[in-house]
């Protein structure tokens, strides 16, 4: 009985285990760069921010709206004059005879009361009210250019952490091949060593590039898991997942397409969207700072019952007493310390500022575009030379290989031409990813990153 008990238990605890197991397993997901983009679109952390942002100021709107409609309100209160003040009535009013200077102490207020009051209040007129509304939907509309920036920006942080993965991988790929490369050569040489046909320096060589290459392997590997934790942030993605990207890096093989993308003039930014709604906002300030000097016009109605009792219990069996009150009110203003006055200076300020901005964004703008087009144009040319280069490295490897296993050449050419493969490959994958950043800041300098 006592073993049955062990074995029931130990079932128990192992069951738990494995579907702790399955509990914490990591999800696997893989990624088209278009289908980043999408996943980012709806999960990244500052696009759900301009989102909500965006809705905020639809509040906003409803938010002025509401000023222009009547204000309701019901007061309901009770109290009990715990000391009820003493007031002096001369003693004539009940007593004719009474000396002139005698006075009665009379107590007015009964000792609890009651009282409920409605108010209705709305707005005739009021100048601010109409500027307000249409800032509020400036506004509303400003959020909207300032989500579709967030938009841009989080579409080039995808796209640049996504190249920047696969570059990784495509290098620490290259990187395998090249130590597979080096292990078979070191091999061949320890054989050929054994036979009596080569040096220890030879081996020994060889060995040193083969070690260089499984670190240099290692530190490919924690590059490409670095940036693959960096594209999982840009887009929003659980750092548990396992993420796998489906693309490959041909972006740069269409020369059509390149060549189209050089000669585009490039659409309106955003950012000049962003200056001119700003400068709205700013011109609607000051409308509403100079409607201030106008008066305000409001109706107002007021309806109350009231009762009172000398005791509490009276309170509910007394009779309530009616009243309304029907009024306008209007406010004109009249001097308030020069207070408008320095606002309006102030709009005026800021809007010649926002006018020199939107022809600093226009400058800036012509500027990016022009630059990008450089770098592109640049990035892709430095692109082509290392892509010749690398191919004329492995040629010289494979040709010091071949000589050094016919016995026509050193051990120290292979080594060496291993070293400039190397060397060369690197330089193609760091030309590789400028040209494909160039490719991205290009499309943003002319607005249609998309």
Not at 16 to 28: G, K, L
Not at 182 to 199: C, K, V
Not at 330 to 341: A, E, R
């Amino acid at each position: 009985m006592k073993n049955k008990y062990s074995i029931s238990t130990m079932l128990v605890l192992a069951m738990a285990i494995i579907f702790s197991f399955d509990s914490h397993a990591q999800e696997s997901v893989s990624f088209t760069l278009e289908e980043s983009i999408k996943y980012a679109l709806e999960n990244n952390v500052e696009m759900k921010n301009a989102i909500l942002d965006n809705a905020a100021a639809k509040a906003t709107i409803g938010e002025r709206r509401s000023e222009g409609l009547p204000q309701i309100n019901l007061n309901v209160g009770a109290n009990y004059n715990m000391i009820i003040p003493i007031t002096p009535l001369p003693a004539r009013f009940l007593n004719p005879e009474a000396p002139e200077d005698e006075f009665i102490a009379v107590r007015f207020s009964p000792a609890y009361t009651a009282n409920l009051t409605a108010t209705v209040s709305q707005m005739i007129f009021n100048g601010s009210y109409f500027v307000g509304l249409r800032a509020a939907r400036t506004l509303r509309e400003l959020t909207e250019f300032d989500r579709v920036k967030t938009e841009i920006d989080v579409i080039e942080n995808v796209k640049k952490a996504y190249y920047s993965v696969l570059v990784n991988e495509e290098r620490e790929t290259l990187i395998g091949a090249n130590l597979a490369r080096i292990d078979t050569l070191l091999r061949e040489t320890n054989i050929l060593f054994e036979e009596g046909f080569a040096e220890k320096i030879d081996v020994s060589r060889i060995r040193v590039q083969f070690n260089n290459l499984k670190t240099e392997l290692e530190r490919a590997r924690t590059a490409t898991a670095v940036s693959t934790q960096l594209l999982k942030l840009q887009m929003g993605l659980p750092v548990n997942y396992d993420l796998f990207l489906e693309d490959e890096i041909t972006v740069l093989e269409d020369n059509l397409e390149l060549d189209i993308l050089l000669q585009e003039q490039g659409q309106r930014r955003v950012e000049l969207d962003q200056v001119e709604q700003t400068l709205r906002l700013a011109t609607l300030d000051l409308k509403n700072n100079q409607s201030q000097y106008l008066p305000r016009l409001d109706a107002n109605y007021t309806y109350q019952r009231n009762t009172f009792s000398g005791t509490l219990g009276g309170i509910a069996s007394n009779n309530w007493f009616p009243g309304s009150i029907l009024g306008v009110t209007l406010q004109i203003p009249i001097f308030d310390g020069l207070l408008k006055s320095y606002r309006i200076q102030q709009n005026r300020i800021q809007m010649k500022q926002l006018e020199n901005q939107r022809e600093f964004t226009q400058d800036n703008i012509d500027i990016e575009k022009f630059q990008a087009r450089a770098n592109l144009q640049n990035s892709l040319n430095t692109l082509e030379v290392q892509k010749e280069n690398r191919e004329l490295a492995m040629e010289v490897f494979n040709i010091a290989k071949i000589k050094f296993q016919e016995g026509v050449g050193s051990n120290l050419e292979v080594v060496d031409a291993d070293a400039a493969l190397k060397e060369a490959e690197n330089n193609y994958f760091g030309a590789l990813f400028d040209a494909l950043i160039a490719k991205v800041d290009l499309e943003k300098a002319l607005g249609i990153l998309k």
